[in-house]
């Protein structure tokens, strides 16, 4: 990407900084006072020698010139805090509101986008590359400032006292400028692939934490140990290519200002031997060429600064313009209830190119309960989270109350659905918080309905026991019937349970499921389950294969049918005796 693209991607901070301009403005002006100071020392420097040299013609004696030399370093020095201050603080402003933006952003964003992403890769979006663009806001536009500034009234004040020495002096830097220029597309590629490497990096340590019972168990450590280390050395190659590439920045600068020093010197003391400038002169305008040399060094570091900063935002843009594929329409109607209930339409789905539901229709009558079951990966819970519209669905394929959910409003929709997906997501926060999650309804009834309560006995703290990260204190079970009570205490009228029973044991599934049944009073139901007996209390299970609905019918009904529900059936009975055989075998 060449450079002038990659700055492209800064116009996006655009919108950002309404409301921080008049920030800029009185940071940019505070700093034109203090470079205002730093170059009126070299000025009275000149005043002094010269007076010095013709006392007759001193305008300024001594003591009064250094008093008031003192007097303004002092007045520098208070004003650049204050104009570091500023800008600095609106850097972080900005920082600010980036970041809500794209949190908010983020929020937008449906199961498509969260597929596709590492999650690992969105929190460096979130901690890399915002850093990257504060300093690039912060201390680079104050350096760029700063820059400009002294090289504006620098150079005027040099032209003042000699054009040609002035030519010579700064004749070696638009060589440098374009050295540079030549050297920042190539920064910035190099600075995307680090922070790339970087965020695979934070990726994967990510991933290892939340695995790390996973990677003991199957000893594992060495080989996440190998991949991070391999991640580690690509990102440490691209961070040393990075320091290499800016390390020849800096020589090009110095190179540059020193050969001008040089020239000054020369040509200088020839126009000061022959009495063309005096030697107060000479001496201010060297104090204005030393005043450049700092601001033509951070001249590439402000440069790599914005290599740096534009390939950030090039990365948050594309988080910041990543389009949901789930949208609300514009003319979204309100749902106030499932009323007719709920009716699937030739409804077809796929995953990019793969197909995974094909043409299923059904229809569920409000307080209906329907089992859906299948073979493992045949689209059962893709089935599920198509109906609270997690992921995108062509118009007319799917419909509540009569509506096509395309037409209706997300928030409503969504409030009517007590959802339970197959891997349960719980905070490190108490229990009764995590089922307040779903809802403000009754915490201890939803807890009693889910099969909850006589595992809160064995807690200390019971309601108030706080759960480990992601409820690593809680057994599968526990976690899966904590996420069970979080989807009745909204009191949906239409419970969508994906496999809710599948770290449950036999006897807990029998206890969980009379609980169930009397919460199920008056609400339409649909769960997904491979265990047939969770059907126990179902009017209806549909059965689905290769993207179709291949059987339904009672549960009686199936299994007299002989098809694939009794087939699974008796799988499910052969794997019971199976086990009940091992049992018997053990004890003897
Ligand atoms: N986000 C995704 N992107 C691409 N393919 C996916 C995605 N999620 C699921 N799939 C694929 O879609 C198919 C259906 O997945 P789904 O989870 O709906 O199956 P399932 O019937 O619920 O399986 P199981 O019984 O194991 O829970 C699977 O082959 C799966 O690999």
Redesign the pocket.
């Known amino acids: 990407m060449g450079y002038s693209s990659s700055l492209q991607h800064l116009k996006t901070l655009v919108p950002f900084l309404d409301g921080l301009r008049w920030r800029y403005a009185v940071g940019a002006f505070l700093l034109v006072l203090t470079n205002a100071c730093a170059l009126l020392i070299p000025w009275l420097l000149k005043l002094v020698i010269d007076g010095l040299q013709h006392p007759e013609h001193a305008l300024l004696s001594s003591g009064k010139a250094a008093l008031l030399i003192g007097l303004i370093a002092v007045g520098y020095a208070l004003v650049r805090i204050f104009s570091r201050t500023v800008i600095l603080n609106a850097a972080r402003l900005l920082e600010f509101q980036i970041r809500e933006a794209l949190f908010a952003r983020l929020m937008t964003l449906d199961?498509?986008f969260f597929?596709r992403e590492r999650s690992g890769d969105i929190l460096s979006r979130f901690a890399n590359d915002l850093t990257n663009l504060r300093m690039l806001t912060g201390f680079g536009v104050m350096s760029l400032l700063n820059t400009v500034v002294l090289y504006l009234a620098g150079l005027w004040l040099m032209l003042q006292i000699n054009l040609w020495l002035t030519v010579a002096a700064v004749a070696p830097l638009p060589l440098m400028v374009l050295a540079v220029r030549a050297m920042s597309s190539r920064i910035f590629s190099v600075s995307r692939q680090a922070q790339d490497e970087l965020a695979r990096l934070s990726s994967l340590t990510e991933e290892s934490v939340g695995a790390i019972r996973l990677i003991k168990s199957y000893c594992r450590e060495a080989y996440v140990a190998g991949q991070f280390d391999r991640i580690s050395d690509h990102c440490l190659a691209k961070n040393l290519e990075l320091a290499r590439l800016r390390g020849l920045v800096m020589p090009v600068m110095a190179l540059a200002t020193g050969a001008g020093t040089l020239a000054v010197l020369y040509l200088g003391g020839r126009l000061v031997i022959t009495n063309q400038i005096s030697l107060g002169q000479f001496v201010a305008f060297s104090g204005y060429l030393a005043l450049l040399a700092w601001p033509t060094a951070v001249l590439g570091w402000i440069l790599t600064l914005v290599q740096r900063g534009a390939a950030s935002m090039a990365r948050l843009n594309e988080l910041l313009q990543s389009i949901p594929a789930v949208v609300e329409d514009p003319e979204a109607r309100p749902l106030g209830g499932i009323g007719k209930g709920l009716e699937l339409r030739e409804l077809r789905f796929s995953?990019?190119e793969?197909r995974?539901l094909d043409g299923i229709s059904f229809s569920i009558a409000p307080g209906e309960r329907v089992g859906i079951t299948?073979?493992?990966?045949?689209?059962?819970?893709?089935?599920?989270?198509l109906i609270p519209r997690l992921l995108p669905l062509p118009d007319s394929m799917l419909f509540l109350d009569g509506q096509d959910v395309n037409s209706l409003e997300l928030a409503s929709l969504r409030r009517l659905m007590g959802y339970v997906p197959?891997e349960t997501t719980l905070f490190s926060r108490s229990i009764a918080d995590n089922v307040a999650y779903g809802g403000n309804g009754d915490v201890a009834t939803a807890v009693q309905r889910a099969g909850l309560a006589a595992d809160l006995q064995s807690f200390s703290a019971g309601l108030a026991t706080v759960v480990g990260e992601r409820g690593v204190t809680l057994s599968g079970g526990q976690r899966q019937r904590v996420a069970l009570a979080r989807s009745l205490v909204r009191e949906p009228e239409l419970l969508l349970l994906?496999?809710p029973l599948a770290s449950v044991d036999a006897g807990r599934e029998d206890e969980i499921l009379g609980a169930l049944a009397e919460s199920w009073q008056g609400k339409t139901v649909l769960m997904?389950s491979?265990r047939l007996s969770a059907f126990r209390d179902c009017q209806r299970v549909l059965v689905?294969d290769e993207g179709r609905i291949v059987e339904q019918g009672t549960p009686d009904e199936l299994l007299q049918l002989g098809g694939r529900y009794a087939e699974l059936a008796r799988m499910q009975g052969m794997l019971k005796s199976e086990v009940r055989r091992v049992k018997l075998e053990g004890v003897s």
């Open positions: 199961l498509v597929s995953y990019g793969r995974i299948g073979p493992v990966g045949c689209g059962k819970s893709t089935l599920l989270r197959q994906d496999d997904v491979q689905l």
